[in-house]
C-alpha cells in the first residue's frame, strides 16, 4: 500500500512538468527512507536534469542514499543525452532498491535502464500502477509507439446538438452575439489546457468566421503551435493566425515554405491528408494536437477513426438554427459538471 502512496507523489511531482518537458516523458520521483520521503524531484524542463537527479541532489544527508528505496513513475534513463544516464547515477549513489511504475518503449531506453540496474545489484520492481502511469504519459507513449502526436477533438454543443449558429443566416451582431457556447470559466481551463498541449488545430472556415487567436491570454504559460486547414490558400494575412505570434503550421495543397513564424506544409488532398499531416507534425516532434473545430474537419477525423481522446461541453442553452455537432461514440471515461456545463471525457477504446 505505501508503495502506491509514494507511487502517487511521483505522478503528483510529475504533472508539474506539463508543458515544458516535451518532446521528453512527464517524470516525477522520490526518495524514501525509513517510510519517510527524503528527496523528491521532478523534470523541469527540457534539456534540463531529469526527476531521479532532482530527487538525489535534493537529499539532505547523502548517507541515507544506500539507504533507501527510489521511487519513478518511468524507467530511468541509460544512454547519454542531453544529461548523462540517470542509471548510472543511482548505481555510483549505491541506491539498494529501485520501483518503477512502468517501461520506456523509447529504443534509446526499452528496458536498458533496468538491465543496467540489476546488473549493478541493484533490486528493481516494474509495475506499481502501472495503468495510471501509462495515463500520464500517453502522449509521449503514442509518440514513441505509433509515430503520430496524441489527437484530442474538443467542442461546446448546446443541449440540443448544436456546435454554433449559422453565421450564413443572421447578421454579424446577432452571430457574435449567440456563438458563444461556454463561460468564462470554461475558457480559462481551456487555456490552462493550452500550455499543456503542443498545437491547437482549426479548418479554414473557423479561421475565417471565428478569426480566433488561439493562444493562452487566459493562463500563463507556454504558448502552443497553431494548425490550420487552408488547402487553396485563401486565408487573408489579417488574420489573428497568422499574426507571427506563435509557431503556426498551414497546410495546403500548394507549397512547402516558410515565412518566419509560419511554415507552410503541402499535402496531396486528394489521399488521407489528415494521417498525412500526422506523419508530418511527428516529424516536426509534436506530440499533441487538439482539434477545435469546425464540424467537417472533427467529423472526418471521427470517420477516419484517427482521434485518441475527445472532451466535449454540453452547455444548458439551445440554438433554433445552427451547425450540428459531430456525433461521439467512445468509451465514456470521466464527466464533470463546470460553470453549469457537463463536461464529457471520450476514449477511442
Known amino acids: ?11 503528483e511531482l510529475a504533472r508539474l512538468g506539463a508543458g515544458n518537458v516535451a518532446p521528453n516523458p512527464m517524470v516525477g520521483s522520490v526518495l524514501v527512507y525509513d517510510n519517510k520521503i527524503i528527496g523528491e524531484g521532478w523534470h523541469q524542463k527540457f534539456g534540463s536534469n531529469h526527476a531521479e ?10 548517507d541515507l542514499l544506500p539507504l533507501s528505496t527510489l521511487y519513478v513513475n518511468l524507467e530511468p534513463c541509460a544512454h547519454f543525452g542531453k544529461t548523462p544516464p540517470c542509471a548510472n547515477l543511482i548505481i555510483e549513489k549505491k541506491i539498494k532498491k529501485v520501483v518503477i511504475a512502468c517501461l520506456d518503449p523509447n529504443p534509446l531506453v526499452a528496458g536498458k535502464g533496468v538491465e543496467l540496474l540489476k546488473a549493478a545489484g541493484v533490486e ?24 503520430r502526436p496524441y489527437v484530442i477533438l474538443k467542442w461546446a454543443q448546446t443541449f440540443n446538438g448544436y456546435l454554433s449558429p449559422d453565421a450564413r443566416k443572421m447578421s454579424p451582431e446577432q452571430f457574435e452575439e449567440e456563438r458563444h457556447i461556454t463561460g468564462f470559466l470554461v475558457q480559462k481551463l481551456v487555456h490552462k489546457w493550452r500550455t499543456q498541449e503542443d498545437a491547437i488545430m482549426v ?5 475565417l468566421t471565428d478569426n480566433p487567436a488561439l493562444n493562452n ?19 487573408p494575412k489579417t488574420l489573428k493566425l497568422l499574426d507571427q505570434s506563435q509557431r503556426t503550421f498551414v497546410l495546403n495543397a500548394s507549397k512547402n515554405e516558410a515565412d518566419g513564424n509560419t511554415e507552410y506544409i503541402q499535402l496531396d488532398f486528394s489521399g488521407n491528408w489528415f494521417k498525412q499531416m500526422l506523419d508530418e507534425l511527428h516529424i516536426r516532434k509534436i506530440q499533441s494536437i487538439v482539434v477545435e473545430g469546425g464540424a467537417q474537419l472533427l467529423n472526418t477525423i471521427i470517420e477516419n477513426n484517427l482521434w485518441d481522446e475527445a472532451i466535449v461541453f454540453y452547455a444548458p442553452k439551445s440554438i433554433s438554427n445552427g451547425i450540428k455537432a459531430p456525433y461521439i461514440s467512445g468509451k465514456i471515461n470521466q464527466v464533470e459538471t463546470i460553470d ?3 463536461m464529457t471525457q471520450y476514449i477511442n477504446a
Open 1 to 11: 500500500m505505501n508503495q502506491e502512496i509514494w507511487m502517487h507523489r511521483c505522478f
Open 53 to 62: 537527479v532532482n530527487a538525489i541532489n535534493s537529499v539532505k544527508n547523502p
Open 124 to 147: 528493481v520492481e516494474i509495475g506499481v500502477l502501472e495503468k495510471e502511469g501509462i495515463e500520464l504519459n500517453k502522449r509521449f507513449l503514442t509518440s514513441i509507439e505509433k509515430n
Open 203 to 207: 479548418a479554414t472556415n473557423t479561421a
Open 217 to 235: 491570454r487566459a493562463w500563463e504559460g507556454r504558448a502552443p503551435a497553431r494548425i490550420v486547414l487552408d488547402q487553396h490558400l485563401r486565408l
Open 340 to 342: 453549469q456545463m457537463k
